[in-house]
């Protein structure tokens, strides 16, 4: 027998030629490949044999019955052994406590220990009452008074050859490990005398007539494993189980096999162990019998261990396969999250991960992981251009949305053949597109812009057979070491400064002129919200949402919305608000002071309703929302000020809804969410607004705890002639059913539409079709959104049909 790899081969006689094939040696080439290929062979012989196919599983199972059989054999037999022997030491240590309880009454009934312990005997123990033979088996003597105190203690010096009393020490030591010492009681207990186990009685102290009270108490002492005239009947039977009432056994290669026996608690403070020596005999079959049960348990185990392997080692296969699936998905879906659906450009996410990608050293990851093909990892100079088309809502209106989408992708096209390979071309939304381009200067790249923008101011865009000459607004920024994110809204300042101004040219942020006038329209904007703020002429309105469900109350959600009230104005003029407030209050950082007045505002405000219209049905389902920004957001103390708010106002936090926008999402997803769960945990709900504007993927709306998920209107007005947008806001139909979200439609402004949505599966419903922002006061006046426009929408739906 050889072995190999733990694998034993047989030599047989070579089958003579013709005969069926049978176990043989490997030739010496295909043994020189190794232990690999010899247990392949080996597993592709075994599985031509049906014979081991049958009796391998006969061997395993015998084995494994075997094996419990003789584990349950010697079990039952450890247990029996130690059970008899268990019950041997129990019935000694009784019988030596009996012996010593005895002999410590006879001498505490003693005369001469009671006029002892009485203090009338002071010569006790130098009359001849105890000898040498005495302390041979009793190593120390001591007498206590009927309080518990020591009156005298005696034990035999070996080196001095006579009585002497107690070391101070030792007899506090004897003190202490006395029970219950104050009681004035009979006591027999175990307990560790100088490293070694004792049975100690305490007897009470009477004279031999008994008519006398107790003197006191008297304490002898016997270590165990001493001689005693008890247990000589039951030497034979000792001798048998070699039991030993010994501290410590010597040392012993089967030592392990030495079994301690913890001793019944006779009255002592806590239970000793003593050790019971097993014979020879019974050890070596002991280990004779686990040797033979370890060496089948080995074998069988083996076997299980081979066969684990080779499962493992497919489903390892199986995993890896998987895992490299899940990344080429996954990386698909990055892809489809930073690419915008309808030109193939990058979106802002794309474009905003891409940027970061240029700003690291070669080598270095990419945000995202996406970077397109010839991208530059490091260029001399940079340059952000933001293009807007000019009036495209009237090609949209004029032609339709579908001819509008075919001109985005024709101007996509443009800007791509226009471009060379390190430049990034992005689509951020709508009718805006972004250039990133790449240059050996900041002058080239202002040469470059410039003749790009030039180009496009003459460009006649052909499509579907029709030219269309096109006109754009551009702004542009030089990057440095600027962030994305920080060049991005730059680009956009200067880009609305060209659309307001209606420049043809391109605007660079940071130029003298386009800075200056900038810089004093945000400024100017800013300090007129900042005066507002201050003179308290925030007005606030209100806009309902409708549920389009029939059968229930129309009016469940209302937005809230902030108006800067002007009192030199009259009619509709004299409450105006624009998006150009919020960018200056953004670039100014004065938008959490705006964020925190509405809020007060808007709390105050349904405060005051709640109280007069307690009895109305239609404020049960109506859930109130509140647009915030990031910054307020993220604020460290916003939370406990919202806790405030609410219980001041004695509001349900229920009713509350917070509006974020796609951009405050994704500021920093991972702290954002934390803050709005500590929010959640107070009951407080949460709406995801402008959903579709190209920032958000919808990963987030998986890891976001959200309660309603507002879609875009440049989104939904697309719904119906576009089958991409009808299919996603189907899919977010369904997403939000599972994940437990409502979907809201903006800018629903006919009733077509509102039908078509309807059918789509959303619910809820927001725009001029079934409410206009009104003035929310919380007079009442503000309920009239709910029943009147109940009655005009009802009046509208009997009309079509």
């Known amino acids: 027998?050889?072995?190999?790899?733990?694998?034993?081969?047989?030599?047989?006689?070579?089958?003579?030629?013709?005969?069926?094939?049978?176990?043989?040696?490997?030739?010496?080439?295909?043994?020189?490949?190794?232990?690999?290929?010899?247990?392949?062979?080996?597993?592709?012989?075994?599985?031509?044999a049906a014979s081991f196919r049958t009796?391998?599983?006969?061997?395993?199972?015998?084995?494994?019955?075997?094996?419990?059989?003789?584990?349950?054999?010697?079990?039952?037999?450890?247990?029996?052994?130690?059970?008899?022997?268990?019950?041997?030491?129990?019935?000694?240590?009784?019988?030596?406590?009996?012996?010593?309880?005895?002999?410590?009454?006879?001498?505490?009934?003693?005369?001469?220990?009671?006029?002892?312990?009485?203090?009338?005997?002071?010569?006790?123990?130098?009359?001849?009452?105890?000898?040498?033979?005495?302390?041979?088996?009793?190593?120390?003597?001591?007498?206590l008074d009927?309080?518990?105190?020591?009156?005298?203690?005696?034990?035999?010096n070996d080196r001095r050859q006579r009585i002497e009393p107690l070391p101070p020490l030792r007899a506090r030591q004897l003190l202490q490990l006395i029970p219950g010492r104050r009681e004035l009681r009979p006591r027999t207990f175990l307990a560790m005398v100088e490293g070694q186990p004792h049975l100690l009685s305490l007897q009470l102290i009477a004279n031999a007539s008994g008519d006398a009270?107790?003197?006191?108490?008297?304490?002898?002492?016997?270590?165990?494993?001493?001689?005693?005239?008890?247990?000589?009947?039951?030497?034979?039977?000792?001798?048998?189980?070699?039991?030993?009432?010994?501290?410590?056994?010597?040392?012993?290669?089967?030592?392990?096999?030495?079994l301690a026996i913890r001793t019944p608690q006779l009255d002592g403070l806590q239970p000793l162990q003593i050790s019971v020596r097993r014979p020879a005999s019974e050890r070596l079959q002991a280990l004779a019998a686990f040797g033979v049960l370890l060496g089948l348990d080995s074998a069988v185990l083996t076997v299980l261990l081979l066969q684990a392997y080779r499962q493992r080692r497919q489903r390892r296969q199986r995993e890896c396969r998987q895992q490299r699936e899940q990344q080429r998905l996954r990386r698909a879906l990055d892809q489809r999250d930073t690419v915008d659906g309808l030109t193939g450009l990058l979106n802002a996410r794309g474009l905003l991960a891409a940027m970061e990608a240029q700003r690291q050293p070669p080598g270095g990851d990419a945000p995202g992981g996406v970077v397109p093909e010839g991208v530059a990892q490091a260029g001399v100079a940079r340059a952000l251009l933001l293009l807007d088309i000019r009036h495209f809502a009237l090609i949209n209106h004029s032609f339709g949305r579908a001819f509008g989408d075919r001109v985005l992708i024709a101007f996509a096209r443009w800007l791509e053949q226009h471009l060379d390979r390190s430049s990034l071309v992005a689509r951020c939304g709508g009718d805006e597109f972004s250039c990133c381009l790449v240059g050996p200067s900041g002058s080239a790249l202002r040469s470059r812009i410039e003749a790009l923008t030039g180009a496009l101011q003459q460009l006649d865009l052909p499509v579907d057979g029709r030219t269309l000459r096109l006109a754009v607004s551009a702004g542009a920024r030089l990057l440095a070491d600027a962030p994305a994110l920080t060049a991005l809204q730059d680009s956009g300042v200067a880009r609305d400064l060209a659309k307001r101004s209606g420049s043809r040219q391109c605007l660079f942020y940071g130029d003298e002129e386009a800075t200056m006038q900038t810089t004093i329209a945000i400024q100017r904007l800013n300090q007129e919200l900042v005066a507002s703020l201050k003179q308290n002429r925030i007005a606030l309105f209100a806009q309902a949402a409708w549920r389009l469900d029939r059968s229930d109350l129309p009016a469940v959600y209302v937005e809230f919305l902030s108006r800067l009230q002007d009192p030199e104005a009259e009619g509709k003029q004299r409450y105006r608000w624009s998006e150009a407030l919020v960018e200056a209050a953004t670039l100014c950082g004065t938008m959490p002071l705006l964020d925190s007045h509405v809020l007060e505002l808007s709390c105050r405000s349904l405060q005051e309703l709640l109280s007069r219209h307690r009895d109305e049905p239609a404020l049960d389902a109506m859930v109130f929302a509140i647009n915030l920004t990031a910054d307020t957001l993220l604020a460290d103390d916003f939370s406990a000020r919202v806790e405030s708010l609410l219980e001041r106002h004695g509001l349900d936090p229920q009713r509350l809804c917070f509006e974020i926008t796609e951009q405050a999402a994704v500021h920093n997803l991972t702290v954002v969410t934390g803050a709005m769960q500590r929010l959640r945990r107070l009951g407080l709900r949460f709406a995801l607004d402008d959903f579709g504007a190209g920032m958000t993927s919808l990963s987030h709306l998986r890891d976001l705890p959200l309660d309603y998920v507002k879609i875009d209107k440049a989104f939904i007005w697309r719904v119906k002639g576009d089958p991409t947008c009808r299919l996603t806001v189907d899919f977010l139909v369904r997403m939000g059913r599972e994940l437990g979200f409502e979907i809201i439609a903006e800018g629903v402004e006919d009733l077509p539409l509102l039908y078509f949505l309807r059918d789509l599966g959303v619910t809820i419903a927001q725009g001029y079709v079934t409410s206009i922002p009104s003035l929310?006061?919380?007079?009442?006046?503000?309920?009239?959104?709910?029943?009147?426009?109940?009655?005009?929408?009802?009046?509208?739906l009997s009309l079509v049909g």
């Open 213 to 258: 009270p107790p003197g006191g108490r008297l304490l002898l002492g016997r270590p165990l494993g001493g001689p005693d005239q008890a247990i000589t009947r039951r030497a034979l039977a000792l001798r048998h189980y070699d039991f030993e009432p010994v501290h410590a056994l010597p040392a012993s290669p089967l030592g392990p096999l030495a």
């Open 55 to 143: 009796w391998l599983p006969v061997i395993t199972a015998s084995t494994l019955v075997s094996g419990l059989i003789l584990g349950a054999h010697a079990i039952g037999s450890e247990r029996s052994r130690q059970e008899l022997i268990r019950r041997l030491v129990q019935e000694q240590l009784q019988a030596m406590a009996h012996n010593l309880e005895v002999e410590t009454r006879d001498w505490a009934t003693w005369d001469e220990t009671h006029l002892h312990a009485t203090g009338r005997n002071p010569a006790y123990y130098g009359k001849g009452n105890y000898t040498r033979n005495t302390f041979l088996r009793l190593p120390f003597v001591m007498v």
């Open 1 to 48: 027998m050889t072995g190999c790899g733990g694998i034993g081969w047989m030599e047989v006689p070579q089958a003579r030629p013709g005969a069926s094939r049978g176990w043989r040696w490997p030739a010496t080439a295909q043994r020189s490949q190794g232990w690999h290929w010899r247990w392949r062979r080996f597993r592709r012989d075994c599985g031509a």
């Open 776 to 796: 929310f006061d919380g007079r009442g006046a503000e309920l009239g959104f709910s029943r009147c426009g109940r009655e005009r929408l009802g009046l509208q």
């Open 146 to 156: 009927r309080d518990g105190d020591p009156v005298s203690s005696a034990h035999w």
